[in-house]
């Protein structure tokens, strides 16, 4: 399946495209609002599913230096806001996850898996990162796979966030 199936794909240098996404108590958070520094968003197929689990607890783990250089995570799937909660909950997430029920932001930023396994026609986010530099809302970072079994390289997000202890 071609990537122009949902749409152009995002760059690295294109301005992100804006979003509305309910965050787990159905509070709206815009990417417009995150005014300085850095946002890592951190794409996932599935809340629960253990590679997710990894990926996301990692993002948890290294939270506080990348706090400290002005970098906020934001994690997406199209879960919904309760399924993301149990999912936050229960393994501690300290940042927000948003959820993209009707799938218009993987469709906007071009990450959508068309199937997850066995769920044929079931749509949700390819594993992917974008950090976005919120002064001028520009992609400065981009890795997308088609494998879910594959965690992105946290040393070159790191690097990308300039956010190496």
């Not at 815009?30 to 946002?39: A, I, V």
Request: charged letters at 25%; aromatic letters at 10%; glycine letters at 4%.
């Amino acid at each position: 399946m071609s990537n122009s199936t949902y749409g152009k794909n995002i760059e690295v240098g294109d301005k992100a495209p804006d979003f509305e996404l309910l965050d787990t108590n159905q509070e709206i958070h815009k990417l417009s609002d995150y005014k300085d520094g850095m946002t890592i968003l951190a794409f996932f197929p599935a809340a629960g599913s253990p590679v997710c689990t990894v990926e996301m607890c990692n993002f948890r783990d290294s939270l506080n230096s990348l706090k400290s250089k002005n970098v906020t995570v934001l994690g997406i799937s199209v879960d919904s806001p309760f399924a993301n909660k149990v999912f936050a909950e229960h393994h501690g997430l300290n940042f927000p996850i948003l959820s993209d029920y009707d799938r218009q932001v993987i469709e906007k930023y071009n990450v959508v898996m068309p199937s997850l396994g066995k769920l044929k026609d079931f749509k949700v986010a390819k594993r992917s990162i974008f950090v976005v530099d919120n002064k001028n809302s520009q992609i400065i970072y981009k890795w997308v796979t088609d494998n879910p079994l594959i965690e992105p390289d946290y040393n070159e997000i790191r690097k990308a966030t300039g956010t190496f202890s």
